[in-house]
């Protein structure tokens, strides 16, 4: 039988990984530190999106001012007030 199995040599790195992680101890306050840094970059995300969200809405509405409030250089077809309205057909709207 062969001695570098694949069984043989599976159970060998078990027993080492398992060895090396028993000597392995975490600081008393590891976890209290690792969750405030995650709390404090998550509080960070969350103001750096609320500022982008905010400058977007900011210059969407200023653009869309500024956009309302060009005047044309020349009056619409609409409402350009020449005449009287006519209605198809050939007679006009105020005739009865």
């Keep these: ?3 570098t199995s694949p069984d043989r040599t599976e159970q060998e ?3 080492a990984l398992e060895a090396l992680a028993g000597g392995v ?3 008393p306050d590891a976890y209290r530190t690792a969750r ?4 404090r ?4 995300r969350r103001l750096v999106l609320a500022a982008l969200i905010a400058v977007v809405f900011t210059l969407a509405t ?5 956009v309302l409030n060009q005047t044309p250089t020349h009056p619409g077809v609409i409402f350009s007030g ?3 309205p006519t209605v198809p057909g050939g007679g006009s709207a105020g005739r009865s």
Excluded: K, Q, T
């Design 1 to 3: 039988m062969n001695d």
């Design 13 to 15: 790195l078990r027993e």
């Design 25 to 27: 101890r975490a600081a």
């Design 36 to 39: 405030g840094d995650w709390l």
């Design 41 to 44: 970059r998550e509080r960070r």
């Design 62 to 66: 200023l653009i869309g001012l500024w």
């Design 82 to 84: 020449a005449g009287r």
